[in-house]
């Protein structure tokens, strides 16, 4: 007998509280060609979910960031799948929020829905002295999985580095290589237990900078920075001292509607650089002239609509396979179900098998996104466990 589930969910998305939080160092994209952004008019009121698996890196003896079974300093409280599921959570907060930009100062550009979130596809742990440090190898190669589909998060470490950041492999559509690997997040949360500072300050450091990330993967540029993060223009001392413009033509996002550093400038006698430090561009209206961007620096999250249209377009060519609405457009079953993958999909999703029960247990914590519908045989969710199936729509582009 068939069984069918049929729930749909209502994800209801708030705006991310912004906090206190000194401003994370330099990302930097390794790319060296020109830059392309497309002019592709794309659907960009057609919400557009991201599968992302997120990599812990351990030492060999399992100590040294989160863990499968607690924060890897003993609480059992919280552990690498619930960060995983908060990290994921607040991203998706600040891809459901967007806010004027800041510059240029009195533009009328429209505040666009950005449409775009993510899905936590699988979280795995990976005991090793040798990818523990960050970019002491190369661990895209050796550790990412399903790279054609799922965008791979590594959380990493450097000794004698006490700030969020991280690097993101490419901005090219067309590129499977879609990595991003970013440093001390486990330290920076030690940190915040020691002192007893708000979980937010913490979240926001960590939330924001794997969101910039991840939206070099997607297809944005700094706006007001090169790629390494250094200020453009500049000149012998950065950023260029009063009343010298500088303006390098290679210092462009590519989008009309986000002003160069070097337009923001010559609009200021030359005084003041845009790229103003963390959350300095936030709620005080006299302090003008400070780029908001998600791409800068600043600990904001605003995009323009030329930004969102790139996001969508690439998402809509290249990047298609990397779709929660791509994934269920084929039919599959799976005789068990489990962690290290947290979510699944199909078109027709057929768990359990005959000689094999299909169990959800200890803390699991699943999803199966279907099109059409789910057949369950020889199935057991424990207690302590939980799965949601959620109705999706195959793509519509
Ligand atoms: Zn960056």
């Excluded at 960060?83 to 100062?105: G, S």
């Excluded at 500049?234 to 033509?249: E, F, K, L, W």
């Excluded at 030359?270 to 620096?297: A, E, F, R, V």
């Excluded at 005789?335 to 000689?355: L, M, W």
């Amino acid at each position: 007998m068939k069984k069918y589930l049929l729930i749909i969910f209502q994800i209801i998305l708030t705006a991310g509280v912004l906090s206190l939080q000194s401003q994370p160092n330099r990302c930097l994209a390794d790319d060296t060609a020109a830059i392309i952004i497309s002019k592709k008019t794309a659907a960009t009121d057609i919400i557009k979910q991201v599968r992302i698996n997120i990599h812990y890196m351990l030492k060999s003896d399992n100590t040294g960031n989160f863990r499968m079974e607690d924060d890897g300093d003993g609480r059992t409280s919280y552990d690498g799948y619930k960060f995983a599921f908060d990290l994921t959570q607040w991203m998706n907060n600040n891809c459901a929020f967007n806010e004027k930009l800041n510059i240029p100062t009195g533009n009328t550009i429209s505040v666009l829905d950005k449409n775009y979130s993510f899905i936590l596809d699988a979280v795995y742990y990976w005991p090793d002295d040798l990818t523990y440090y960050y970019q002491s190898t190369t661990p895209a190669v050796s550790k990412s999985k399903n790279m054609d589909s799922v965008l791979n998060i590594f959380l990493s470490h450097q000794d004698n580095h006490y700030k969020c950041s991280g690097y993101a492999s490419t901005t090219s559509e067309s590129s499977k290589n879609k990595f991003t690997e970013n440093r001390v997040y486990w330290y920076v949360y030690k940190g915040n237990r020691a002192t007893n500072a708000p979980f937010d300050w913490f979240m926001h450091s960590a939330g924001h900078n794997t969101l910039h990330e991840l939206t070099h993967l997607l297809g944005l540029y700094h706006t007001i920075m090169y790629n390494d993060g250094s200020s453009c223009p500049v000149t012998s001392s950065t950023p260029s001292s009063a009343g010298t413009c500088i303006n390098d033509p290679f210092c462009d996002d590519g989008c009309d509607d986000t002003p160069t550093a070097y337009e923001v400038m010559l609009s200021n006698g030359c005084n003041k650089h845009p790229q103003c430090g963390w959350l300095s561009s936030n709620g005080d209206p006299t302090d003008i002239d400070c780029s908001n961007n998600l791409m800068d620096y600043a600990g904001t999250v605003a995009l323009s609509p030329c930004q969102i249209n790139t996001i969508h377009a690439n998402l809509e060519g290249g990047m298609k396979t990397y779709l929660l609405c791509a994934a269920v457009e084929e039919d599959v079953s799976y005789c068990d179900i489990g962690y290290p993958k947290v979510s699944y999909y199909g078109k027709e999703v057929n768990i359990g098998c005959t000689a094999n029960k299909a169990t959800v247990s200890n803390k699991e914590n699943l999803f199966v996104y279907y099109a059409e519908n789910v057949e369950l045989l020889n199935f057991e969710v424990s207690s302590t466990a939980s799965i949601e199936f959620i109705l999706e729509t195959p793509c519509e582009f």
